[in-house]
């Protein structure tokens, strides 16, 4: 056949060296440069990773220390070889979770820090020698701590300072001094104390304190103010803490009462109620007594004493006169009215007495006498103040859109009405009841625990202890796919070219045969030719391709 294309002289295939270094060896400078600098990059991001994750979570060891605690703790840190951060602008101070009570009981086996509150527990290091002196300031020091952590156990109580003026007693009972004590209180931000809160911090004052009377006691907040304006019965303003729990009872039951009965007219957490009542618990005791003459003739008298006495002096009286009917009469005694009323002038006597004569009667009669003793009761309520404030109506439509709309005056009326029968409302002892309708600026049905997601505690916690590690998880890729993959791309070898021998890699050295190289007039010629061949006789080019394939020779 003379179209069929003839087997060139075999080729011997250079193997491609593939090694790393002859790689390296082949790549730019720059592509050099550039793996080098991510390789470096790289083993920096391991390194910071593995650094942080052995250093752990750190927490809060002590925090709003003053300067000279908090230099002396990082003074003891620094010795004991435990690692610390400063945090919220140097008012905290932060170890190693793991090591965070540890650390907090070698400080205070070093006494630290100092301004820390102490108690009872300064007995407990009583120094041997010490004099009288020092032995009563230390128990006062002592009882001093005690009082302060007592009353720095309340929510609203941010800190405290307990001073006690205990005066050294003679044996003279005369002479004795009582003690004093002033409570300085640091409140909460936001936070204040009634006045049944601030009695019962007099109260364990001086409960705390032998011989400490309630009024000796002073109550300041961290502004200066006085907050126990205490009056000589010891109670605070002139109310003693049951008082003060009867008040808050009354106020209490009152304000219920109005919550009870407008709830179900303008709807749950749609209103907010308050009341102040002044009460009168005074007492006063009068005594009087009244004295009520006898006289009138309803009034009938009562005859206590009476005495009776008649003397006469001389000899008996001689008749003289005319004779006749009337001289020979005797005289008539003389009588007097029980009521002072003047009686008729008795005829003049037929005769005059030779002597003297004295009659006396002294009658004595019962006086009325009324005692009446009135005390009144303790406890009234003298005048009553009530203010509430009612939210604007709130309706959704059909459609879920909700529209919010203020109350009419009458409707506002109407719950002003219902509010002064609520509490008892008394115009004579001075009342008063306000009723206001204004939209609410907090939506009640937001509850301070339905916070967003982004806003969740547990969720920021978690971003807070996942940034370091996340930032450097993304320097790492940025270096792995800004300088490390261009660089390797740019030392791979170029692809061969369309229609170029392709190299072939095998286990011996044997020759491969390959195509003679033709021009390209005679391959087109060729090819041509074979064409036609496969189009004549498709048997025979066939077989001449089964030779090739089995590695026979064709005939």
Request: charged fraction near 20%; avoid cysteine; aromatic fraction near 4%.
């Amino acid at each position: 056949m003379d179209n069929a294309i003839a087997p060139s002289a075999p080729q011997t295939l250079t193997p491609i060296d593939n090694g790393v270094f002859a790689r390296l060896a082949a790549m730019p400078p720059k592509s050099r440069t550039m793996l080098g600098a991510g390789a470096a990059a790289l083993v920096a991001v391991l390194v910071g990773i593995t650094m942080w994750s052995s250093q752990g979570d750190y927490k809060v060891l002590y925090a709003n220390l003053s300067d000279k605690d908090g230099g002396a703790i990082l003074a003891q840190l620094s010795t004991m070889n435990v690692p610390y951060k400063s945090a919220d602008g140097g008012n905290a101070i932060l170890v190693p979770a793991d090591k965070v009570f540890e650390v907090r009981l070698k400080l205070a086996s070093a006494g630290l820090p100092k301004g820390s509150v102490v108690g009872y527990e300064l007995m407990d290091n009583a120094r041997f020698g010490q004099t009288q002196f020092q032995e009563r300031l230390t128990f006062q020091r002592g009882l001093e701590g005690e009082l302060t952590r007592s009353i720095g156990a309340l929510a609203a109580v941010q800190a405290a300072r307990v001073h006690l003026a205990l005066p050294n007693q003679n044996g003279f009972f005369r002479e004795q001094q009582k003690p004093s004590a002033s409570v300085l209180l640091t409140l909460h931000p936001g936070r204040t104390l009634d006045r049944a809160q601030i009695a019962g911090i007099v109260h364990l004052v001086s409960s705390s304190v032998p011989e400490l009377a309630p009024k000796a006691v002073s109550v300041l907040d961290q502004t200066g103010a006085l907050l126990s304006d205490t009056d000589s019965n010891g109670g605070v303003q002139g109310l003693d803490a049951n008082q003060l729990r009867y008040v808050a009872q009354i106020e209490g039951t009152l304000q219920k009462r109005i919550v009870d009965i407008l709830e179900p007219v303008v709807g749950r957490d749609n209103l907010r109620a308050t009341v102040a009542a002044e009460v009168d618990f005074s007492q006063t005791e009068s005594t009087s007594e009244e004295f009520k003459p006898n006289q009138g003739e309803q009034a009938a008298a009562a005859v206590r004493s009476q005495q009776s006495t008649e003397s006469t002096n001389g000899a008996s009286a001689t008749p003289s006169g005319v004779p006749g009917a009337t001289s020979n009469q005797p005289p008539v005694p003389a009588t007097a009215p029980i009521n002072g009323a003047s009686a008729p002038l008795q005829a003049a006597q037929g005769g005059q007495a030779n002597g003297n004569s004295r009659r006396d009667k002294v009658t004595n009669y019962e006086v009325d006498k009324t005692v009446r003793v009135t005390r009144n009761a303790t406890g009234l309520v003298k005048h009553l103040n009530a203010a509430v404030v009612v939210n604007h109506r709130v309706t959704t439509d059909a459609k879920g859109k909700t529209t919010v709309t203020p109350l009419t005056n009458d409707e506002v009326e109407k719950l002003t009405a219902l509010v002064r029968e609520s509490i008892g409302f008394n115009p004579q002892r001075g009342d008063s009841v306000k009723v206001i309708n204004a939209p609410f600026k907090i939506d009640p049905s937001l509850k301070p625990d339905d916070l967003p997601l982004l806003k969740q505690p547990w969720l920021l916690d978690l971003v807070r202890a996942g940034a370091v590690p996340g930032a450097l998880a993304l320097v790492a890729l940025a270096v792995v796919f800004g300088l490390i993959r261009p660089a390797l791309r740019a030392a791979a070898p170029p692809p061969p070219p369309k229609g170029a021998q392709l190299d072939a890699v095998v286990a011996d050295d044997e020759p491969l045969p390959a195509l003679p190289a033709l021009s390209a007039p005679k391959i087109s010629s060729q090819l041509e030719g074979a064409r036609n061949l496969a189009k004549e006789n498709p048997a025979a080019v066939a077989n001449i391709v089964r030779g090739w394939v089995s590695g026979e020779t064709a005939t």
